[in-house]
């Protein structure tokens, strides 16, 4: 006989070395490396051969600094859409990328004390590609200790020779089909840069400027109007005003002549009292109603320089909503001015130079300045002019270059630009027959290729891609086949540099002639591409360069990415083979702190990958990831990440318990029992398991991550940890370890414990493999697994059905039981007595899905009666305090009188009388 003391020993406690705590990160690491060494990636492509392939094209980041918190959410995502597809039997090539050219490794590398002028472009830029690459290998840690799976050995890197190659192929290719062109024209200009930049690389901010009204005296009025008549326009940038060669009007709407103390005053005929209340104008007769087309060809005088005309045109981009509906006309300095006056025949005047500095034209009171310090100059000198009828300041939006932070200003100048009208119907076919998430994808992008001008693809830098054109003898550029097929095949071979290095006579084959060029003489073009070209045509060097094919699967990254990635990637791709190169495109948002503010490294708010896996560890920030509702902007930061954590810590103590009652791992598949003959109360938990696998697939594949962690969450902690496994210890610690109950409920964890391992491993990468590391429930790596089907159960209808029936019972008699505990009848539900009354078809239910009532119930017995008791929702209960005597084994109390003092079941385990 034990003694007392010693029946603990005769329990079949919980065992198992998968620890309570993580210590996520002290042992990701080590899988990592684990991975790296193994060959995972590899193993994974292998093992998927011939199987349908699912391409999630990566989109290349910047290579300038460690990894943040942005880079992180994505580079997770991504994975857990690999790890996903891959385990529903997809091959999954996935080929991480760089962008490794543009102005910030320019900065970056003059910062460490480099100068370009000093010691050459060639120099200068071999400086960068080593600082780029640099950049590389130092994010590449960074994502690999996300636990992110993918070739890192053998990522596309956008400064390779051979990707390098594909983009002047791309280059040629099209302008060859006439879509690449040299023109003069008005570009987003940034001083602070002194380059053009692409729409991708501008944003808005909220900026005070002075905004003014001034008259332009009439010169020749058509015998409509006098010398005594002013034309009123107005303007945000007076800098601008020394360039103005025209006055635009809509030859639709209605202009007012007004006498006034400031001359007649031509004004839309809507505005006038607002405008001469603005002018402090309290005394005005109107005199004329003018339409707007009768003032074509109008001249005025230009306020500033009388020698200067300006001409008055009409066009549909004036509006009534603000200023005068007569706009200042500056061809060299907007996209409209520009149009209009290209159709009127105005030269494109362009008095800023690339420094954003008013050049000696301007005359000795403006040469010099910055545009900042001109404005107020020229406010003066039209206050001086007598032109000047109104001033204040006003908040607007206004564009910067989203690099420096610094204000950028449009100025017309010779670019090489991408043509969009020519492809325009076609992109706009192509969005359509796209899927998009979300849904408000579609639209976004169809606005912004409607209403996109044609793309400027050149740069005023060193570091980058060379436009690769040749220039004849009389200055014409060869758009010749032979030319740029020459030029990828050097580049392919030597690099981007050698463009840089040589002389153009040796970028030409050998015995080359053009009829541009009779002496075989040869200049070249210096800008390099705008680095949304390079990455814009990563389909081809980084996709079907390698044989992936053409369109990708997938393309996810922020949503800043539709008018960056997204659309130069769906301009090239449409224009080289007639289709974009995506078939459906996934988006974020942007990441806030927990107050709601953008992460800022000036706000001291940005929280590094690094710091989050060092102390919360890569598993709990992948939750994060796919918890939050990534689509929008989600926040992050350690009380959000310490909720988190709590998650993961109930889904890590879950799965300890599920595999800790398999007898220290020696309970395997092979000693399951058949589900159809368990008892329908572990066969209910199967058919919830079964839909949970169900559910969670259809939420993986439509990228509804945070609705597939719900859905293990809400089995774990309530349909198991709170139900099925609270009941079911008594079974697994008391049970002689071969019983048939015990058997039945570790068939169920086994089966529970593997397909959930598998159904968390795109998410739980690490916890996942530790988990299988104990469970072997794939010999190498559960990342070589994939997700069990469901349908472990055959007809789940009427057991769900009669199951929850019962379930609904089990609920009253919780009430009751807390009610009892409540008035001081119990201390314990195990000391419950319960008599139960309840209708025919809810007690046969019980009766026949519940093979102990009792021990479901967790109290001391249950049986049911006919008399009627305490009314709760589906039954009455009856509640008194048990008469029994605590079994000193199990510790639920029981009548039975065997040696030692323990009950029926336990005196047969122990084999006692």
């Given at each position: ?150 070739d890192y050995d053998h990522p596309y890197i956008t400064l390779t020779p051979d990707f390098e190659e594909e983009q002047i192929r791309i280059f040629g ?71 103005n060669l025209g006055i635009s009007v809509h030859p639709r709407f209605e202009y007012a002549r007004v006498k006034t103390d400031q001359g007649n005053l ?258 070249k073009e210096t800008d390099t591409m705008d680095v949304w070209f390079d990455s814009g045509s990563s389909h081809t060097g980084a996709m079907k360069k ?368």
């Amino acid at each position: 006989m034990e003694k007392k003391n010693d029946y603990k020993s005769t329990l079949q406690m919980m065992k198992t070395t998968f620890e309570m705590r993580g210590n996520l990160p002290r042992k990701e690491p080590v899988f990592q490396k684990r991975w790296q060494d193994e060959h995972l990636y590899e193993k994974m492509l292998a093992k998927r051969e011939g199987c349908e392939p699912f391409v999630l094209h990566d989109g290349p980041p910047y290579a300038n600094g460690d990894i943040h918190i942005g880079h992180a959410m994505n580079k997770v995502l991504k994975d857990v859409i690999n790890k996903s597809k891959f385990m529903q039997g997809y091959q999954v090539p996935y080929i991480p990328g760089w962008d490794t050219h543009g102005l910030p490794i320019e900065t970056a590398v003059t910062k460490l004390g480099y100068d370009r002028k000093k010691i050459g472009i060639p120099e200068f830029r071999k400086i960068c590609r080593e600082f780029a690459l640099e950049q590389v290998e130092r994010q590449k840690k960074g994502f690999l200790a996300l636990g992110s799976i993918g070739d890192y050995d053998h990522p596309y890197i956008t400064l390779t020779p051979d990707f390098e190659e594909e983009q002047i192929r791309i280059f040629g290719k099209m302008a060859v089909d006439g879509l690449i062109y040299q023109g003069l024209k008005p570009v987003y200009w940034s001083p602070s840069s002194e380059t053009a930049l692409a729409e991708a690389e501008v944003e808005y901010k909220d900026v005070t400027s002075p905004t003014i009204y001034v008259k332009f005296q009439v010169k020749d009025g058509k015998s409509i109007l006098d010398e005594n008549d002013y034309f009123v326009i107005w303007t945000t940038t007076p800098w601008t005003i020394p360039s103005n060669l025209g006055i635009s009007v809509h030859p639709r709407f209605e202009y007012a002549r007004v006498k006034t103390d400031q001359g007649n005053l031509i004004v839309l005929s809507t505005m006038v009292e607002e405008l001469m209340q603005r002018f402090g104008i309290e005394n005005y007769e109107v005199l004329q109603i003018i339409p707007g087309k009768d003032l074509e060809y109008m001249t005025a005088t230009h306020p500033l320089y009388p020698e200067v005309e300006s001409l008055v045109m009409v066009g549909e981009h004036v509006t009534d909503d603000s200023g005068t509906g007569l706009v200042h006309t500056a061809p060299g300095f907007g996209m409209d001015d520009f149009m209009i006056g290209r159709k009127y025949g105005l030269p494109v005047f362009v008095n800023v130079d690339a420094q954003g500095r008013m050049m000696d034209v301007c005359g000795p009171r403006l040469a010099g300045k910055t545009v900042d310090e001109a404005n107020p100059i020229v406010i003066d000198w039209l206050t001086e002019k007598g032109a000047l009828l109104s001033r204040e300041d006003i908040v607007h939006s206004y564009p910067h270059d989203w690099r420096t932070k610094k204000p950028i200003i449009f100025r017309a100048t010779t670019q090489w630009f991408a043509s969009i009208d020519k492809i325009r119907d076609q992109l706009l076919d192509q969005i359509h027959s796209i899927s998009w998430v979300p849904a408000w994808g579609e639209d976004r992008m169809n606005n912004m290729i409607a209403d996109r001008a044609d793309w400027c693809i050149s740069r005023q830098r060193a570091w980058g891609v060379p436009i690769p054109i040749l220039y004849g003898e009389d200055g014409t550029p060869l758009m010749d086949p032979v030319l740029f097929d020459y030029a990828a095949k050097l580049i392919g071979e030597y690099g981007s540099n050698v463009w840089f290095e040589r002389d153009a006579k040796d970028l030409v084959p050998e015995g080359y002639t053009n009829e541009h060029s009779p002496n075989g003489l040869f200049t070249k073009e210096t800008d390099t591409m705008d680095v949304w070209f390079d990455s814009g045509s990563s389909h081809t060097g980084a996709m079907k360069k390698r044989g992936l094919g053409y369109p990708a699967d997938l393309y996810f990254e922020g949503s800043d990415q539709y008018r960056g990635w997204f659309n130069s990637s769906l301009i090239i791709g449409t224009a080289v083979y007639g289709q974009a190169p995506y078939k459906q495109v996934l988006s974020h948002g942007f990441i806030m702190d927990e107050q709601g503010r953008k992460m800022s490294k000036s706000l001291w708010n940005a929280m590094a990958p690094a710091e989050i896996t060092n102390k919360f560890g890569a598993d709990v920030l992948r939750l994060w990831a796919c918890m939050v509702d990534y689509q929008a902007d989600c926040s992050v930061g350690d009380n959000i990440l310490k909720q988190v954590s709590d998650t993961y810590r109930k889904v890590r103590n879950t799965f300890r318990f599920l595999v800790g009652n398999l007898d220290s791992n020696t309970f395997g598949k092979d000693d399951l029992l058949d589900v159809e003959t368990l008892s329908p109360q572990n066969k209910f938990i199967l058919a919830l398991l079964d839909d949970t696998v169900d559910e969670v697939r259809k939420a993986y594949n439509e990228y509804r991550f945070s609705d597939a962690v719900n859905l293990m969450v809400i089995l774990m902690t309530n349909e198991l940890s709170s139900y099925y496994l609270d009941y079911a210890k008594d079974i697994l610690y008391c049970d002689a370890e071969d019983s048939r109950d015990r058997r039945e409920i570790q068939t169920v964890l086994y089966l529970t414990a593997s397909i959930l391992t598998r159904l968390w491993a795109p998410i739980l990468a690490h916890t996942a493999e530790e988990i299988n590391d104990l469970m072997k429930f794939d010999e190498e790596s559960i990342h070589l697994s994939e997700f069990v089907k469901s349908g472990l159960i055959e007809d789940t209808t009427e057991l769900k059905k009669n199951m929850e029936t019962a379930l609904a019972l089990r609920k009253d008699v919780l009430k009751a039981l807390e009610e009892a505990k409540t008035d001081g009848v119990l201390k314990k539900s195990n000391e419950a007595v319960l008599r139960i009354h309840a209708n025919d078809e809810l007690r046969s239910i019980v009766e026949e899905y519940i093979s102990n009532p009792a021990q479901w119930l967790m109290v001391e017995s249950a049986e049911f009666t006919d008399e009627s008791l305490k009314p709760y929702s589906v039954c009455e209960i009856e509640v008194k305090h048990t008469d029994g005597h605590l079994c000193e084994r199990c510790r639920n109390y029981t009548h039975s009188h065997h040696e030692g003092g323990v009950c029926d079941r336990c005196a047969e385990v122990l084999g006692v009388e």
